[in-house]
């Protein structure tokens, strides 16, 4: 029984599964704010924990880092890469939402519009479970990677 569990738990399709849900999950929160980049900006000034001059640039660079680590599991390049990226961008998120709960920062979350849920511990629950998929993914990934299809291998380089 424990093994046939594990089987399940492990196994690529489930990996694919999740690692598309991730994909289109993070292209769809980068897509606003890639368009409004001065709300996205007040959204991160009011979790007060970044500082000002830091502000902006994080509000230009990251929607465009979550775009392309998005399209990156979508497609399947760089799978590896990608999750880590994600994985480091929802640690980032969950331990700003933890610490704008604990100060009481009544603030939007700002995940997906800038006009959206208040943040409350279903977030930090729902960026948690995020944060194990992408660990998922990262471990037992292995179907359907287009880098591995049209890359070259060092050995038939010849290096």
């Known amino acids: 029984m424990k093994s046939r569990l594990q089987h399940m738990l492990t196994h690529p399709v489930l990996s694919l599964i999740m690692r598309l849900y991730l994909a289109g999950v993070f292209i769809y929160a980068s897509l606003h704010k890639i368009n409004f980049p001065a709300e996205f900006a007040d959204n991160i000034a009011g ?13 230009v660079f990251m929607p465009w880092l979550e ?3 998005g399209l990156f599991l979508l497609a399947g390049v760089r799978v590896r890469a990608a999750s880590l990226l994600i994985g480091g961008m929802l640690v980032m998120f969950t331990v700003a939402v933890m610490v704008a709960l604990i100060q009481d920062t009544p603030i939007g979350c700002g995940c997906f519009q800038s006009v959206g ?4 511990w279903w977030t930090v629950l729902r ?3 995020w944060l194990a998929m992408t660990v998922h993914v990262y471990c037992y990934d292995r179907l359907v990677h287009l880098d591995r299809l049209f890359m ?3 050995e038939e380089l010849g290096l």
């Open 152 to 154: 070259l291998k060092p």
């Open 127 to 129: 960026d948690l479970v």
């Open 117 to 120: 849920e208040a943040i409350s």
């Open 47 to 59: 979790y007060l924990i970044v500082p000002h001059w830091l502000v902006n640039p994080l509000a």
């Open 67 to 69: 775009l392309v680590s």
